[in-house]
Structure formats: C-alpha cells, structure tokens
C-alpha cells in the first residue's frame, strides 16, 4: 500500500476522498516528503522512514486552516501544536543519520 492509500485509510471511515481531499492529500505528503528528504539528505524517503511521512502528512492534513497557530482554544477545549512536526521523530531520525554515517556493512549495537 502506498503513503497516499495509507493516510486515505486513516482518515477518512471508508478510505475514499472528494477528488479535491485527494489533491490536497498528495501535496501534504510531497511536501512531507521533500522536507523530511532534505533532513536526512536523500534524494527519495527510505522504505524504513516511510511511516514518519504518513503520519507527519496526517497531522499536517489535521492542522489545515489553523496554519501558524501554537494554540487553539474553543469552547474549553484546547490544542496545542507543536512547532516542528517531526519532533516526535528525532530520535528515529537521529538513528537512521547515525547508521548511514556508520557506512555499509559496519553495525552497532546501542543499549537504551
């Protein structure tokens, strides 16, 4: 399945979008795409890194008309974003810049 089907799947009950969702969908997830490409400095997203895209795609999606807010609050309801989207993923991100730097065929082993 492919990022577009998965973030499809995951939003919307049936997995089917207006062919305008669509559109907005897939430049959500180039643009995830090309920014999470220039962090790791790769021409495409690794298969392994796949999901980041996904899920950083659905909370861009999430996010559509409150661009440039940190908070939100209606009703007594509050949201907070996070500044950077791929905060979450530092760490993976991190880990997979650590094993490319490492080169092929050399292998670590990390106690966490």
Known sequence: MNILETVKNLIFIDGKAAPE?????????DLT????????????VPPALDYIVA???IIRFNRIGSEGMAREAQDGRT???????FAA????????????A???GKRKVRFL
């Open 21 to 29: 969702k669509e559109k907005l969908l897939e430049t959500v997830i």
């Open 89 to 100: 993923y530092n760490d993976i991100i991190d880990a997979y810049l650590a094993d490319k």
């Open 55 to 57: 899920e950083v795609a």
């Open 33 to 44: 795409e090309r920014k999470l490409c220039s962090r790791i400095g790769e021409e495409s």
């Open 79 to 85: 949201i907070e974003f996070n500044a950077d989207d």
């Open 102 to 104: 490492d080169g092929p």
